[in-house]
């Protein structure tokens, strides 16, 4: 389970605040909210906990903060912004990093990689933006990750594959996983999340059970 209890976070001149809600294990979770809401800045809070932060962040019952680097390994966060060396190879990278993480084997990440479509040979020069969001996510998937934090995965992503990495994401969280995701697209919200969490600049507006009604977050402009 993931519990956020009064999360504040100060990033320069914007506030996060009082960020409050719980996830069970199997979910999938949109967060939703225009630019400038604190989707990305609610993420950092997760991956790199800061002095200044206020409130509780639990992860299976501890605070992340005291347990970080075991937070860290069951935890896959998925960007663009994540950076790789551009001249290896897929498969290089994977097993450059693959010997941080206990359950990492070079078997699961090809299988991985096949089931996302691309090339475990393809360098990460030569990656498109969704085919770097599809490797991140094998990646994980290979290393059993837990908890998968998601900024923006699906943004220009082709609709046929948009449908497959859903079928994707099912599949994780039927092993149990978590899926913490943003997006603008309102289609994926209605369609795919559990529960939605509602940010608008820096505030939480609703955290509540997505019951695929695309009115219920008209009052969030996208």
């Not at 509780?56 to 680097?69: C, S």
């Not at 290089?92 to 990689?113: I, K, N, P, R, W």
């Not at 608008?200 to 509540?208: I, P, V, Y």
Request: hydrophobic fraction near 40%; charge should be negative.
């Amino acid at each position: 389970m993931l519990e956020i209890k009064d999360l504040q976070r100060k990033a320069g001149k914007f506030q996060l605040e009082h960020i409050d809600f719980q996830v069970e294990e199997g979910y999938l979770v949109g967060i939703l909210g225009p630019n400038g809401a604190g989707k990305t800045t609610f993420f950092k809070a997760l991956m790199e906990p800061k002095k200044g932060d206020k409130g509780t962040i639990l992860w299976m019952g501890k605070d992340i903060r005291k347990n970080h680097v075991e937070f860290l390994g069951d935890t896959a966060y998925i960007t663009e912004d994540m950076m790789f060396i551009e001249k290896l190879t897929a498969m290089e990278t994977a097993q450059m990093l693959g010997v941080f993480y206990e359950h990492y084997t070079d078997e699961a990440f090809e299988a991985c990689m096949e089931k996302v479509g691309v090339s475990k040979n393809i360098t990460i020069a030569g990656m498109s933006r969704g085919q770097k969001i599809r490797f991140q996510l094998a990646f994980g998937m290979a290393r059993k990750a837990k908890l998968y934090l998601m900024d923006e995965p699906t943004a220009g992503m082709d609709p046929a594959f948009r449908k497959e990495f859903y079928d994707l994401l099912r599949e994780i969280l039927a092993e149990g996983a978590t899926v913490l995701m943003s997006t603008h697209v309102q289609s994926d919200i209605n369609r795919n999340m559990d529960y939605v969490l509602t940010l608008k600049e820096g505030k939480q507006l609703r955290f509540q059970e997505n019951f695929g009604e695309a009115e219920e977050w008209s009052e969030v402009e996208i």
